[in-house]
């Protein structure tokens, strides 16, 4: 099982935040790579999902994870987010996605010097690749809990309280 592409997305997400949240500011090229990598991610989280569940490595009967969806609604946020200067509203959810990117990092246990090479290959008959992946979505649900979201548009959309 080859998850260097994955690997890959999300060492590149961290580098992007990290720049974001250095400069203050996010421009077009921050925006489409924030949109890319994560679309790449969701994709080949299904695919790894998928491939668990037919192999009977996962117990759930549907290939689609909360990784996926994740990282389509930070798509969907990059994808609606103004170009230039950001708010403190927009910098702190850019840096929830940077710390939720970070808990994705330290589930597959990618150091912070990043090199791609050798990176993300699993054996498929080991078990790691799996609990790599359960380890990332059990954080990524204690990060919405924690957050006291449902969802991660709850960090940008204004929410109301029927009273």
Same mark, same amino acid.
Do not use: C
């Given at each position: ?94 840096? $929830?996605?940077?710390? @939720? &990117?970070? +808990? %994705?990092? *330290?589930?597959?246990? !990618? ?36 957050? $006291?979201?449902?969802? @991660? &548009?709850? +960090? %940008?959309? *204004?929410?109301?309280? !029927?009273?």
């Amino acid at each position: 099982m080859d998850f260097s592409n994955m690997i890959q997305s999300i060492n590149d997400n961290r580098l992007v935040y990290e720049e974001i949240l250095r400069t203050r500011t996010l421009d077009e090229n921050q925006r489409i790579r924030i949109v890319v990598t994560n679309q790449k991610l969701a994709e080949l989280w299904e695919k790894y999902k998928r491939t668990a569940v037919h192999f009977k490595r996962e117990q759930r009967e549907y290939p689609y994870g909360i990784i996926s969806i994740t990282a389509l609604k930070i798509t969907s946020f990059a994808g609606e987010e103004k170009i230039g200067p950001l708010s403190e509203k927009d910098l702190g959810v850019i840096e $929830n996605f940077a710390e @939720l &990117n970070a +808990l %994705w990092q *330290e589930a597959f246990d !990618i150091p912070d010097r990043f090199d791609s090479t050798g990176s993300g290959v699993y054996r498929f008959r080991d078990s790691l690749w799996v609990e790599r992946m359960q380890q990332a979505e059990a954080a990524t649900e204690s990060f919405l809990k924690e957050q $006291n979201l449902e969802s @991660l &548009n709850g +960090l %940008w959309l *204004e929410r109301t309280e !029927i009273k």
